[in-house]
């Protein structure tokens, strides 16, 4: 895939995850603005009502009052003479059955006498009904306080929330019309809070208006936790899908690394292993001739091309097969208690004769007292020739070649130290040394070759022998590498 399509790819994605994303941040923000507008509507709703039985508890009061006092007015006046006529005689007078004793003038005065009573009794209805008319007319006069119950207002405002599914805390006020409280809660007056306001007795003239104000103090959590079922979900699936996605695109570009990283791997490898092989080819081609054969020079000069060639040939198929540690779950390790100094020793003897003939000095230092570690001894070898190997790989030309080995503890460590004072390696690529196919760039030198798999080696043998390694470098000022490992206290 080429990195067009994959850029293309992944602008596509992400216009499409930023779509995703931002109509269900509308589709939140429409979700709360509906819940605040019934939020709103439920509580301008309990509210009027609030204000409503308010003005039916006075006018309730106001009749009490009424019946009160006329019945006290006509208690002394009911001592009126009327004929004395049982309910059953009324039932028969009202459905025209007249008893065999009442006479003509007894049904007629009867009759006028139940006419009257029911007279007086509207007239008392009347006047009584007009009476509390007037007072409420005349009720604004009074003191706000003589016409309501606050306790009795404040359940009125619990019952109306709660039957329109309003069930929290409250606060609330009644003011006048220059806004002074005439009574309020205990907790009732922070400003951040939204004021709902509901006039009370709306139809008193506007100079004596009250209003009664409620405050929701949990009002937000209310709304939030009314959205929440939705938005927990809707977060938790765009999470995963933002995961999903980074970690798509992360292993489309990985892969395209790898693969660019394997092409230049294989070129590297057919360039490396056609010079061995031609050397070879070369050597038993002369080794045919006649002429060779007389010559003892010549014989043993291919002889040593054809040994030369083929311990090349064969360090480069082992370097390939390194590779097959990076496939396998657990590297096979034999692990045995060695001296550190006696394997940096060791290595340096072997390793020194090559340094001599890239015109280098071999130094070493071997500082650690408690130097006993359990290892595998010929992954870790392995390790330090790889390290080696690079200091005279990427020397620099016209400098002498200086190669530090050196042991030293650090604690509870033990610390194999591989410095030179080659190249060096640039910062950005400092941290992609260890990873598999990737080569330092050198410029315009191409006498170096490689296959990008001896430092991720490296790393992988000292993570599994509970090591760590890190490396210190500046371009044109050489190389460290530093190899920790547990010493064992014999």
């Known amino acids: 895939m080429r990195k067009s399509t994959i850029w293309l790819l992944t602008g596509v994605l992400i216009f499409a995850f930023i779509g995703l994303l931002y109509l269900q941040i509308t589709y939140i923000h429409i979700i709360m603005n509906t819940q605040r507008d019934q939020f709103k509507d439920n509580v301008k709703r309990s509210l009027y009502q609030v204000s409503h039985d308010l003005e039916l508890d006075e006018t309730k009061q106001y009749l009490i009052d009424r019946i009160r006092t006329f019945g006290n007015m006509n208690l002394g006046n009911s001592k009126r003479i009327t004929p004395r006529i049982d309910m059953g005689e009324q039932r028969r007078l009202s459905m025209g059955v007249v008893p065999p004793s009442f006479g003509k003038n007894d049904l007629n005065t009867a009759s006028r006498t139940i006419q009257e009573a029911f007279q007086e009794h509207y007239i008392y209805k009347k006047n009584l009904m007009d009476e509390v008319i007037r007072n409420s007319m005349k009720g604004s006069e009074r003191p706000i306080d003589e016409r309501i119950d606050f306790q009795q207002m404040e359940i009125y405002i619990r019952q109306q929330l709660a039957n329109n599914d309003l069930v929290l805390p409250f606060e609330y006020a009644v003011v006048d019309k220059d806004k002074r ?275 991720a080696y490296v790393k992988r043998i000292i993570t599994e022998l509970d090591g760590t390694i890190k490396v210190e470098s500046e371009l044109g000022s050489g190389t460290k590498f530093i190899i920790s490992l547990p010493y064992i206290d014999n």
């Open 181 to 455: 409280p005439v009574y309020q809660s205990t907790d009732f007056g922070n400003s951040r809070l939204t004021v709902y306001s509901q006039i009370l007795f709306p139809k008193d003239p506007a100079n004596r208006l009250y209003m009664l104000q409620v405050t929701f103090p949990s009002e937000r959590a209310y709304a939030f936790n009314s959205i929440v079922r939705f938005i927990i979900p809707s977060i938790i699936f765009t999470l995963v899908l933002l995961l999903v996605f980074v970690f798509t695109i992360y292993t489309v570009f990985r892969q395209k690394r790898l693969s660019e990283m394997k092409t230049d791997f294989i070129n590297n490898m057919t360039h490396e292993l056609k010079t061995p092989v031609a050397s070879i080819s070369l050597a038993a081609q002369t080794l045919n001739d006649a002429d060779v054969s007389n010559s003892p020079r010549l014989m043993e000069y291919a002889k040593n091309v054809i040994s030369d060639e083929s311990k090349r040939l064969g360090f480069l198929v082992e370097k390939v097969l390194q590779m097959s540690l990076f496939d396998d779950l657990e590297v096979q390790f034999k692990m045995t208690l060695l001296d550190a100094n006696d394997l940096i020793a060791s290595v340096a003897s072997t390793f020194s004769l090559r340094v001599e003939n890239a015109g280098g000095t071999l130094d070493v230092d071997l500082g650690a007292m408690d130097s006993s570690i359990l290892v595998d001894k010929m992954h870790l070898t392995n390790v330090l020739f790889n390290l080696m190997e690079n200091a005279v790989k990427y020397r620099r030309p016209h400098v002498p070649l200086l190669l530090v080995a050196r042991t030293l503890n650090v604690g509870d460590k033990v610390q194999i130290i591989i410095e030179d004072n080659g190249i060096g390696i640039r910062k950005e690529s400092l941290k992609k040394i260890f990873d598999r196919f990737y080569r330092v760039p050198t410029g315009n030198r191409h006498d170096v070759k490689g296959f990008g798999l001896g430092l």
